[in-house]
């Protein structure tokens, strides 16, 4: 331990209001607390003052590299979901929220394998689209409500660029975050649905999560409501 380390009388704990029997000292009377005394303040600037010990920004150093490496590790993030029985990654800063289900009003003389309809969020009225059929995804076994399980079908809210759509989920999983090294390419025999609108694919927790890319998908979104 460093020499000046030793000097430091630490008046504190043995007479002052960190001792745990003997809070004897005088000064206290006039600074109430240990942390006013001027003692205790120049202990403090003696403690800074002080050479570090051998290694130690060394330490520092290699601990703070590793967390930022981490950080960078953890670049985006997806909302994970469930369309029928395939799993997809939603960008995160594109989902407003996730709602109960709601009925869908269907649009007279319209007719799209896009367009669903109307539902109603918050007392404003949003186009209901099938991202299914836009993704050529089949209704899974597990669909509607299923309480013993805990799975439920919701309304995912979706916005880019002043479009806005719903859209019904079957299962809503949470956030993911992930770095770019974890992303692979999606190959067309990992997941049923078109990875033409895949940027491409993670695994978590076993599962084949395919990402969506947010161009292609509004895009084509935009087309199929026409």
Request: proline share 4%; charged share 20%.
């Amino acid at each position: 331990m460093n020499d000046d380390v030793n000097k430091i009388d630490d008046c504190w704990n043995r007479i002052g209001v960190w001792s745990k029997s003997n809070r004897s000292c005088e000064q206290l009377t006039q600074y109430i607390h240990c942390a006013n005394c001027p003692v205790f303040s120049l202990a403090g600037r003696q403690l800074l003052n002080n050479a570090p010990p051998e290694g130690y920004l060394l330490e520092w150093a290699e601990f703070l590299s590793v967390e930022q490496k981490q950080k960078e590790r953890n670049t985006s993030s997806v909302i994970l979901f469930r369309l029928g029985d395939e799993w997809l990654g939603m960008p995160s800063a594109l989902v407003d929220e996730v709602v109960p289900m709601r009925k869908i009003h269907r649009v007279p003389h319209r007719k799209s394998a896009i367009l669903r309809g109307l539902v109603t969020i918050r007392g404003e009225l949003q186009i209901c689209v099938s991202m299914g059929s836009l993704l050529n995804i089949t209704r899974g076994e597990i669909s509607g409500t299923n309480v013993i399980k805990g799975i439920y079908e919701r309304l995912m809210i979706i916005s880019l660029k002043g479009s806005k759509y719903a859209f019904p989920v079957s299962e809503v999983r949470g956030v993911h975050r992930y770095g770019v090294s974890a992303v692979m390419d999606a190959p067309a025999t990992a997941l049923n649905c078109s990875v033409h609108f895949l940027k491409g694919m993670l695994v978590v927790d076993n599962k084949h999560i395919g990402i969506l890319d947010q161009e292609l998908l509004f895009s084509a979104l935009g087309r199929g409501i026409l």
